[in-house]
């Protein structure tokens, strides 16, 4: 969002670049008599805009210099601006400030990872709702990925904020599964998701482990920095507790024999996840 000078029609005006909810990349503001805006010229797109114009994506807009900004007394944000605010989940969310594209507020970039190629993609997602049981967002993407195709332009996809990372990781059914069974925080950046299935870690880790044995926690590798993550089992009643929520001790079964692993030392850790985010 920015002051610009514009020509319409042979006649020059200033306007302020915005987003429009409904028509999108917007302009606002008043004609000007001459070549450069006078202060009654620049008061006038501030507080009486006449002008109005949607823009497309190469349209030629010059925008002011700072200097030029400071000379006709113009504010960052002119008071109508605030008739387009838009109240969303997501833009009231402070870990994705600064997350959207200038011209599309609805739209970020998502790191998508492909754990069957150790590959990550950047993807642009339009976010439509809000998920609160997973603390994530809802939205639709907008590229095709090159590692797999399935995961195609306009499916539906879910995104979240995590620590460590700079900027959402895309929830696949995999972390999802993980997200709600088990809770997990990186020892060094903080990093909560797993992006491998628990049970493929167990059975890495513990080949020798009964198949009915009952892990309660376990540390691995995190796929974002290579720290150490640990790993906790949620609650598994009928009711499970959702992701920022304590989990009680799970209770095995009667007839099976129980393995609890404690916090893991670094050693074990050292036989987990290889991947990183990052490459």
């Not at 150490?228 to 009928?238: E, F, M």
Request: hydrophobic share 45%; proline share 11%; with cysteine.
């Amino acid at each position: 969002m920015s002051w610009n000078l514009v020509t319409l029609q042979d006649k020059r005006a200033l306007v302020f670049r915005y987003v429009d909810p409904q028509a999108g990349p917007s302009a606002k503001g008043a004609f000007l008599a001459g070549a450069e805006p006078t202060i009654e010229e620049a008061q006038a797109a501030v507080s009486q805009p006449a002008v109005t114009v949607r823009l497309a994506p190469v349209f030629p807009l010059t925008p002011l210099s700072p200097e030029e900004v400071r000379r006709l007394a113009l504010p960052d944000e002119p008071q109508w601006l605030s008739f387009y605010a838009r109240d969303t989940p997501w833009t009231a969310d402070a870990r994705l400030r600064g997350a959207f594209h200038p011209e599309f507020p609805d739209d970020l970039q998502a790191a998508f990872h492909f754990p069957s190629t150790g590959q990550v993609e950047q993807m642009w997602v339009r976010l439509t709702s809000a998920e609160p049981g997973l603390d994530a967002y809802r939205g639709t993407l907008l590229n095709t990925a090159h590692s797999d195709p399935r995961v195609a332009a306009g499916e539906s996809v879910l995104v979240r904020p995590a620590p460590g990372s700079p900027m959402p990781i895309w929830l696949s059914a995999v972390v999802q599964e993980n997200l709600r069974g088990w809770s997990a925080k990186c020892e060094s950046c903080g990093f909560d998701l797993v992006v491998e299935p628990v049970k493929t870690l167990i059975a890495r880790h513990f080949p020798t482990a009964p198949a009915d044995a009952v892990f309660e926690a376990l540390t691995t590798r995190c796929a974002l920095c290579r720290g150490t993550q640990v790993l906790s089992r949620r609650g598994t009643t009928a009711h499970e507790p959702s992701p920022g929520q304590p989990a009680p001790a799970a209770t095995p079964p009667a007839t099976s024999p129980k393995l609890i692993v404690g916090l893991v030392v670094a050693a074990l850790a050292l036989a987990g996840l290889v991947w990183r985010f990052w490459g």
